[in-house]
């Protein structure tokens, strides 16, 4: 489904929070970040925001259970509030576009941003990233075998998303969401980001 152009306007007028969400190992930080750097925007990671705020290197291994550690609701609001906090900055210093990145598998997560975009007088997007089950599997197998991987997603993570998972309801207040099928390379995915939203950075 195309992303309706009045999300974001032919020249990105105004304020926009672009917000890359969905399961673990959905693909949704690689390209947020490559779309971020792009776009010349602050980007905004859950894993790296979670690990600096429990003191801990992005790197670190933390495979606490669900619900547990670093991973616990108590954590995991922090986290959010803390994106939230950042985003409010920038926009506050004159930014007109901010990328936030994670799994916000929770309704009330993402109202929460909306509320702070229009406080801030900004427009919100979501753009839910998913893949197939065989590609999860490959990705968290790269992922396990990566020492630099900030991430601590892995298949029992993924099956507790299956069952939890908030999907976003578009004809139930969340219209500003898109599906986004990321089984393909990034750069075809950027691409094709580009047709449909258009070009939202100044290439110089």
Known sequence: MPLAESHLGPHWAGKTIVVF??????????????????????????DRIRKELAGLRAQAKRPD????????????????QAMLDRARGDFTAGEPLVVLDGSYARRVDRDRVRTMAQ????????????????????????RDRDPEAVSDGRWEIYVHQQQTFELPQMQAGE???????TEQPVET????????LGSGADPS
């Open 21 to 46: 969400f969905g399961m673990t190992a959905s693909g949704k930080s690689t390209l947020s970040q490559a779309w971020a750097e792009q776009h010349h925007a602050p980007y905004y990671n859950t």
């Open 189 to 196: 995915l950027l691409q094709k980001l580009a047709d449909q």
């Open 175 to 181: 219209d500003d969401c898109q599906p986004l099928d």
């Open 65 to 80: 259970a669900v619900g547990h550690g670093i991973y616990s609701q108590a954590c995991t609001d922090k986290t959010y």
């Open 119 to 142: 406080a801030a007088g900004a427009r919100s997007l979501f753009l839910f990233c998913n893949c197939g089950e065989e590609e999860v599997r490959r990705r968290l197998s790269l």
